[in-house]
């Protein structure tokens, strides 16, 4: 677009007796001959408190002084460094005798150009040692070094030269680094109490080092340094903003957070249950006359743009005939994210508390909701006005955080899966830049703390007794329940997530890999403990329980956006457990409307929504593990399952594995268990102490390992055991004597066992699904049917039980009474006449082996009446049958 050439400054410039319309596009140069310009580009996470205004980076030539308008000396002129494209760090000096030297933090003795080589001196000067050192003093577990090398060697030096090959702008320096190194004990106090000050002047001494490491390498000739390239090279990063991203400092509970913390630099922990969509956030606004289109540019202050009032043309300066130009105006990202207490950090009998954060540039699309963080920003409170068109200020101050630092997965739970994610969308944790302490990288030829990790999981994988050790591994203060702990240990595991491709239209459908487990049992039984366990290690795990959760709880709600006014969706406990494990207590308490919506999740793995004109599908990718109690809080070993569970037949099916936890007498039993359980009171070591079991962060890590780096595919071998196993489970339902036949096994059987192989091979770390999956998942599964799927009338499994709710056994059964109850209507003596309810009851038990059951009874009396071939009249003890013909 051809405007006429513009000023940048806010304040009108003097015509200095040019005919020209306008002064000239005057970006501030070095004199050199055109050097690369720096971007003008301001930070949207620090809002320095001193006037900013960019500078040029001039290399190799200390700057020559420049005219009276252009006030953009560096605050580290008097050192010998290159001129940085940082802002400058301080007002415009006044005529004054004193010297530059004296430029502070305003309020505080802090000299700029002290900070500024301090440092300096810390990213030349910090070695691995002195972290060690404090990290000894303190009792902290570090991992020693293998040689004197390795300890003496410039970390952050080395990270420079990280950045200059990745291309990589931003640079997380661990505070307690620079609280350690002795020169630099005093930046760490400028750096938390003053961050808005102290953090652009980090940049600037970063960018102009980055400059002085790539000529030194240029003069040396390293590798892709050479010639030319390394003038690219150079001019490269003298266009490039470099930023300064501290994090370490220890975390502080948000509901801690004072007014004394405003504007300091300050770390918490949260979840993330909201995030905005990205807001464009102006940092240059462009401003044109309406009457002599001359054009100004107006840099964001303070989080403020000021629209200049008049015309900064002597010829022209008219009121009010700026305008906003939208497409000239420059933009950063920006993002808003409510960060709520994790469950386990809020005080009993309180509400958890929330903050908003401001995240910008890189940091923003880094957290979903669901996710944990770990958040190192700038304290701000904004006072609000009373009526946007009065100067009356509230007394109550609106707080948030700008973000500096974010890291994922806080509180060493383990990672979200990362099937969930997509591809390119996510950043990797430590989100950007270098020097978080978590480097593949080698390090002198050294392996690397993530190595020696890795090392050690896979030489735990070759144990023979891999399996039975982490199976001992889950809730090891629970006594027994073997098989209950190898189906939740191989639930953390999970399946791999497929889409078959020519499965059908649209990329075909796509096969979950998450297993859900279901217990039953009586009371006092651990199932409540068990879930407490798998919250503490399942990743973006959510404890609910379920007379305590509502249908919108569960999945999402609308509410209103205090800040937009407009409708939004919050996320439930299911969607924010998406590539999680969501564990459900008091299964059976829940209402039906509540327990309805876990039919499309535990299947279809989404919800569905359509409230308030808001219609979607949002992902709910997560296990189900859920405790129910039976009716009457006792197990009823003669009554069937579904007799036993008050749950509709539709939802048990979907569960992979449920598990009956009963309360057995039994004398050898009960002693052991009580001796266990006052071992744990008396020395909190469990009996049976002596066996290794892994502990609860290596278990994490294990398991966090295997979600993430294996991914088993079915060999040939395997895929003809999982068809004869499916195919065994299907006859045991023939019965020679009988005509009809049981169901007792389905497809979601087949794909149970599937899964259950698939998270069996992957907790071995092997790559192909083996012979020995297979039958573990079989073993697994036909445990799990015996116990739940069996007709206890029979003595038979019987898969309609779980499937319908009633068994074919109890079919048979209801059809010989209904022909038994016609006939006692039909005898002579009851023909045409009322006869009683009781009456009826008496003489099918006389009749019968076995006693009728009233339940079975009241059933077959209902589908008669309803077929129109009885009729009852009256109510409770004087109903009465009566046969119509």
């Not at 002084?65 to 001129?83: K, V």
């Amino acid at each position: 677009m051809a405007f006429p050439s513009s000023s940048p400054t806010k304040t009108p410039r003097r015509s200095q007796g040019n005919a020209m319309d306008s002064d000239p596009l005057d970006f501030p140069s070095s004199p050199a001959a055109a050097p690369p310009q720096t971007p003008r580009h301001r930070r949207g996470d620090i809002h320095p408190s001193i006037n900013i205004t960019p500078s040029s980076s001039a290399r190799r030539a200390r700057p020559t002084p420049r005219s009276r308008n252009d006030n953009l000396n560096s605050d580290g002129t008097h050192l010998d460094i290159p001129m940085s494209s940082a802002p400058n760090l301080s007002a415009a000096p006044a005529p004054s005798d004193e010297p530059d030297e004296i430029r502070a933090i305003w309020g505080t003795t802090v000299s700029l150009s002290d900070t500024m080589k301090m440092f300096r001196d810390f990213i030349q000067g910090f070695k691995p040692k002195y972290r060690a050192t404090h990290d000894r003093e303190n009792g902290i577990k570090s991992k020693p070094f293998q040689s004197v090398e390795e300890a003496e060697v410039l970390l952050y030096e080395k990270y420079l030269r990280q950045m200059r090959r990745t291309g990589e702008t931003n640079l997380n320096i661990d505070i307690v680094n620079i609280m350690v190194y002795p020169p630099s004990k005093k930046l760490h106090t400028q750096l938390t109490k003053y961050p808005q000050e102290v953090i652009p002047v980090m940049d600037q001494v970063l960018k102009d080092l980055m400059v002085e490491l790539a000529e030194v390498d240029h003069r040396a000739g390293e590798e892709g340094m050479e010639g030319t390239d390394g003038e690219e090279e150079i001019a490269d990063i003298i266009s490039k903003v470099y930023k300064v991203r501290p994090f370490g400092l220890p975390s502080v509970n948000m509901r801690n957070l004072n007014p004394a913390d405003t504007d300091k630099l300050v770390c918490i922990k949260g979840l993330v249950i909201r995030a905005t969509p990205v807001i464009p956030d102006m940092k240059v606004a462009f401003f044109r006359c309406l009457t002599c289109q001359h054009t100004v540019q107006v840099e964001i202050d303070r989080g403020k743009i000021e629209e200049p009032a008049r015309c900064s043309r002597e010829v022209c300066n008219q009121l009010g005939t700026m305008t906003l130009i939208h497409n000239r105006c420059e933009f950063a990202d920006r993002q808003v994210i409510r960060l709520q207490e994790t469950p386990d950090a809020v005080p009993d009998g309180q509400t958890p508390h929330t903050v908003s954060l401001s995240v910008y540039d890189e940091l923003v699309d880094v957290a979903k909701p669901g996710d944990r963080l770990v958040i190192t920003g700038v304290f701000r409170s904004v006072a609000a006005r009373v009526n946007p068109r009065m100067r009356t200020m509230k007394s109550l101050f609106k707080t948030y955080i700008d973000a500096v630092h974010v890291k994922l997965g806080g509180g060493g739970a383990l990672g979200f899966d990362k099937s969930t994610r997509p591809a390119q969308g996510d950043r990797p944790s430590g989100v950007a830049g270098v020097g978080d302490g978590n480097d593949d990288e080698e390090i002198d030829g050294q392996e690397s703390r993530k190595a020696e990790m890795e090392r050690r999981i896979r030489e735990l994988s070759h144990r023979d007794d891999i399996y039975e050790m982490l199976a001992r591994s889950v809730a090891p203060s629970i006594w027994e329940m073997d098989d209950v702990k190898k189906g939740i240990l191989l639930q953390l595991f999970g399946g791999t997530n497929k889409s078959v491709s020519r499965g059908g239209g649209g990329g075909g459908p796509r096969y979950r890999g998450d297993i859900n487990v279901l217990l039953v049992g009586d009371p006092g039984t651990s199932k409540s403990q068990i879930l407490q366990y798998v919250h503490k290690i399942a990743p973006r795990g959510v404890y609910t329980s379920g007379k305590g959760s509502s249908a919108v709880g569960l999945t999402a709600y609308v509410t209103r956006d205090p800040d937009t006014k407009q409708l939004v969706l919050e996320s439930g406990a299911l969607v924010l457990s998406d590539g999680g494990v969501c564990c459900i207590d008091e299964f059976d308490k829940m209402s039906d409307a509540t327990r309805s919506v876990l039919h499309e999740v535990m299947e279809q793995q989404t919800v569905s929504i359509a409230k308030a004109g808001i219609i979607t599908t949002l992902n709910a990718r997560t296990s189900i593990l859920a405790a129910a109690n039976p009716v009457g809080s006792k197990y009823d070993v003669d009554l069937p399952v579904t007799r036993n569970i008050d749950l509709p037949p539709t939802l048990i099916s979907r569960f992979d594995l449920l598990y009956l936890v009963l309360d057995q007498i039994d004398e050898n039993l009960d002693r052991k268990l009580a001796q266990h359980l006052v071992s744990l009171y008396l020395e909190d070591r469990p009996m049976g102490g002596n066996q290794d079991v892994l502990q609860l962060p290596e278990l994490s890590a294990y398991i966090d390992f295997a979600r993430n780096h294996v991914n088993p595919v079915i060999t040939e071998q395997a895929g003809e055991e999982l068809v004869a196993c499916y195919v065994e489970m299907r006859k045991l339902g023939e019965d020679p004597r009988g005509n009809e036949k049981r169901i007792t096994a389905t497809t979601r059987q087949l794909e149970s066992m599937i899964r259950l192989s698939e998270g069996h091979a992957r907790m071995r770390l092997s790559d192909y699904v083996e012979l020995e999956d297979v039958r573990e998942a079989s073993r697994l599964m036909k445990e799990a049917i015996r116990t739940s799927a069996m007709d206890p009338r029979t003595g038979k499994i019987d898969m309609s039980l779980l499937n319908t709710g009633t068994g074919s056994g109890q079919r048979k059964m209801r059809d010989d009474l209904r022909k038994a109850i016609l006939d006692v209507l039909n005898t002579s003596g009851n023909k045409n006449r009322n006869v009683k309810w009781g009456e009826v009851v008496r003489q099918l038990n006389e009749q019968s082996s076995v006693k009728v059951d009233t339940a079975d009874f009241n059933e077959v009396v209902k589908v008669l009446e309803n077929e129109g071939l009885i009729k009852v009249i009256g109510e409770r003890e004087k109903r009465v049958i009566r046969k119509i013909d």
